[in-house]
């Protein structure tokens, strides 16, 4: 009996630690300005843009569809429409440098420039409530 609690517990974990690891509580705002990382540098200043401008929406929305949504997240991604509590610079940060090991996602910082990545950010952000 006691073997079937483990398993069902091992595979719970399994199943969650990834989702806990992206949702759970985001780092603090200072802690890349404090160790004086490059690309907390590179992006302190946030996008040059508004996140609300429909035309860097719509771009992000496409380079999204292409990427983001053909490779693992899917056309309709369930994790980020309606998702509340979101910072834009953590968004950025995570679609930068990847999940960091916490999750399998990876850094798509090489492949997108920062505003790509900024526009990615606002399609994002048109879809949740954050």
């Known amino acids: ?48 843009f508004k996140l609300t401008d429909v035309k860097r929406i719509a771009a992000g929305r496409d380079r999204f569809q292409a990427t983001c949504a053909a490779f693992c997240h899917g056309h309709e991604p369930a994790l980020f429409i309606n998702r509340e509590g979101l910072e834009p610079q953590y968004v950025f940060n995570t679609i930068r440098d990847g999940g960091k090991g916490a999750t399998p996602m990876p850094p798509w910082g090489e492949v997108f420039a920062p505003e790509e990545i900024w526009e990615i950010v606002a399609y994002l952000k048109s879809i949740g409530r954050w």
């Open 1 to 48: 009996m006691r073997i079937k609690y483990r398993i069902a517990a091992g595979a719970l974990l399994a199943y969650l630690l990834p989702a806990m690891a992206f949702n759970g509580a985001m780092p603090d705002k200072t802690d890349e300005a404090a160790t004086g990382s490059d690309s907390a540098q590179e992006t302190s200043g946030g996008p040059a």
